[in-house]
DNA sequence: ACTTTTAATGTAATATCGTAACAGTTTAAC
DNA sequence: GTTAAACTGTTACGATATTACATTAAAAGT
């Protein structure tokens, strides 16, 4: 029966519309500010806009050289400063592997995030799946160990990149 | 069926005999070596017998620190040269979240690595289920990815640390 | 409205992690 | 012994991330 769930899948397709995954972002992000009487200022927006502009992951030094608004060059702990603020929100996930961000696929579904890193293109998917988290969490309890946190990152390849060889 | 399988897992003792995770790790290098006539050179074994120490990984520097024999300092090249040979041999593992180190509880035994890490004692366990990679294997394929690499580490309290309060 | 408190920003410096490049030396192979 | 491959020494640098502290802006309490 719970094998049969289907998968909440997200890996960006070529074609897909992108500009509704920014506007879905930023109101979400909005949204849950609002919600939580939290300031969703300059800075914050500007890093959130920057990271969703495609779903290939950056560097939090990669979004301080797009910052340059005002011609002035930010310190790196302004990016840093916003980056937690938005992962803490859910909005962004950070890459252990690669030391980058990327927007959130999943806003506002509960998720533990796993990633489908693809070598090729460099998109970043978040495959969610609740049967792999449930999995990681029985086997580590039957091995005595309490669970707060899994880190899961998958690298491959991408449908599209496997089909045009 | 296969959901009976035991698990390998692995996460030290306190009480358990520790020298001989270190013999063996020593022993296995030893032997890997020879088998595939590769160098079991100074640097590198003394990285090893760092890293073996404990089971509590250690960043490169850590590491670089205690290969003060001779009382020269050496350069961070010198560390991660070995690393990158011991990690290739599958004698170390490197733990994204943490950028650090630990030795291998599984060598010879052709694993997916995945971490159990304790964020209370600091040690570092291996549970490597096949249940886990094989569940991810497939949740990823039926999402159209080709998997090629997994990376899962697992962040909360292991079974002494959660008796001891 | 003014004061108090809290949150966010500006700025500089520094810590931590990791790699490139190249000359010199040792080891293994021929 | 000569050659080729692997390893080492050394310097310099690049990339990632945090600490500390002064200043400003916003929210809350009066
Ligand atoms: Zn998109
Ligand atoms: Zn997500
Ligand atoms: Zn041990
Ligand atoms: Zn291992």
Do not use: W
Request: with cysteine; aromatic share 6%.
């Amino acid at each position: 029966m719970e094998d049969m769930e289907a998968l909440p899948v997200r890996f960006p397709s070529r074609q897909h519309n992108h500009s509704s995954c920014v506007n879905k972002l930023l109101g979400d992000a909005e949204e849950e500010c609002r919600r939580q009487k939290l300031r969703f200022t300059e800075h914050r927006r500007k890093v959130l806009e920057i990271i969703a502009s495609s779903h290939k992951p950056l560097g939090a030094y990669d979004i301080l050289e797009q910052m340059n608004f005002s011609g002035r060059r930010q310190a790196p702990v302004v990016a840093y400063r916003a980056l937690d603020f938005l992962i803490n929100l859910g909005l962004v996930h950070r890459l252990n592997s690669l030391n980058a961000f990327v927007a959130c696929m999943a806003v506002g579904e509960d998720h533990t995030a796993q990633f489908l890193i693809c070598r090729q293109c460099k998109n970043v998917g978040e495959l969610n799946s609740n049967r792999v988290s449930e999995r990681i969490e029985k086997d580590a309890v039957e091995a005595g160990f309490q669970v707060d946190q899994q880190l899961v990152e998958i690298i491959g390849i991408c449908y599209e990149c496997a089909e045009s060889g």
